[in-house]
């Protein structure tokens, strides 16, 4: 008897519910970790926060808010979700760089780390498991044609 494939899409949904657990827990747990800090990295986050937001902290946000929007499209199984998921994770590795230097406590970074993780594992599922056929690939449709195209003839 042949099993039939596995449906990836139950895993792309729970990745991306680890994903919302994980950056909450990091950002809850990291402020009350905050506390534990030495006195002299603590004087520098308050230092800090302080400040008037720069413009790349503004951009920030507004990706961040997005990429909310863009993880419950992938979700919801919808094109757009896909691709602006991708999209606003690209240009979020890009602009970290220019947010200054960060400060995180071992657990509260240690989740952080963990979502990042899983929004590889994330990306992986939305192009390289049978999940990516929810989202009208037209590359994926070329595929099957030419798969079927250049079968051996009997």
């Known amino acids: 008897m042949v099993k039939s494939p596995v449906d990836a899409t139950k895993a792309l949904r729970i990745t991306i519910v680890a994903q919302w657990l994980l950056y909450v827990l990091a950002a809850v747990v990291g402020t009350f970790e905050e506390a534990n800090l ?10 800090e926060h302080d400040k008037d937001p720069s413009a790349a902290m503004w951009i920030g946000i507004a990706m961040l808010a997005a990429f909310v929007i863009a ?36 657990i509260g970074g240690s989740l952080g780390y963990l979502a990042n993780a899983s929004c590889g594992l994330t990306i992986g599922l939305l192009y390289f498991s049978n999940a990516s056929s929810h989202f009208g690939l037209a590359s994926n449709k070329t595929l099957k044609r ?9």
Request: overall charge positive; cysteine-free; glycine content about 8%.
């Open 71 to 106: 993880s419950i499209g992938v979700f919801a199984l919808r094109p757009w979700g896909r691709n602006l998921y991708v999209t606003l994770f690209s240009l979020g590795a890009v602009l970290f760089v220019f947010l200054g230097p960060t400060i995180e406590t071992p």
């Open 146 to 154: 030419t798969r079927k195209s250049s079968a051996p003839l009997s």
């Open 38 to 47: 030495p006195e002299t990295l603590r004087s520098y986050l308050t230092a």
